[in-house]
């Protein structure tokens, strides 16, 4: 859930965008369907998408 993400988004350093992401309602399922147009509209800089495409991409490893 959006709350989750929150909790994650913390945990990987990129709190300061939780309340971004929970006021666009992004939940787990969301993060997996987000595009380069939405990272770079929800980032404000080009590492925070690094990091935030690098640990997405580590989460979807385990999950799978």
């Not at 989750?4 to 993060?31: A, C, P």
Request: aromatic content about 10%.
């Amino acid at each position: 859930g959006i709350e989750e993400v929150s909790i994650w988004l913390r945990k990987i350093g990129l709190g300061l965008y939780q309340n971004l992401f929970s006021e666009n309602e992004i939940d787990g399922q969301g993060l997996l369907l987000l595009v380069e147009d939405d990272l770079n509209l929800l980032f404000s800089t080009q590492d925070h998408i690094e990091k935030f495409k690098d640990e997405l991409s580590k989460f979807k490893s385990i999950s799978a």
